[in-house]
């Protein structure tokens, strides 16, 4: 069964840091590429950043370009968003996705990605 759990949202001051995780369970560790996105109330779900797993290539939205980072540990099959000097804006339920694309350049929409977490809130005050 395929399965991906998010974990480590919660809240935090402006500047502050967090970091999610997603564990990765059955075929989805076989995936190419695991992307974090995001979707704040009233607003549609955008790619946040992006992995190759099989390889060292990443994207990142510009918006959190520089704060934040994706990273992986092949033997925990689990995918890492490492975000910091957070913003009030970052404020959104954050998923992470698996895709079946298995070449080409790394998938940034959701519609490229076949797997889905169920979310989890992360909450930046000022």
């Known amino acids: 069964q395929v399965q991906l759990v998010e974990s480590g949202g919660g809240s935090v001051q402006a500047g502050g840091s967090l970091r999610l995780s997603c564990a990765a369970s059955?075929?989805?560790?076989?995936?190419?590429?695991m992307g974090w996105f995001r979707q704040a109330p009233g607003k549609e779900r955008e790619g946040v950043a992006a992995i190759y797993t099989r390889g060292s290539s990443t994207y990142y939205a510009d918006s959190v370009k520089g704060r934040f980072t994706i990273s992986q540990d092949n033997a925990k099959n689990t995918v890492y968003l490492q975000m910091n000097s957070l913003k009030p804006e970052d404020t959104a339920v954050y998923y992470c996705?698996?895709?079946?694309?298995?070449?080409?350049?790394?998938?940034?929409?959701?519609?490229?990605?076949?797997?889905w977490g169920q979310g989890t809130q992360v909450t930046v005050s000022s």
């Open positions: 059955g075929y989805t560790y076989g995936s190419r590429y």
């Open positions: 996705a698996a895709s079946t694309k298995t070449f080409g350049s790394i998938p940034r929409t959701p519609p490229e990605y076949a797997y």
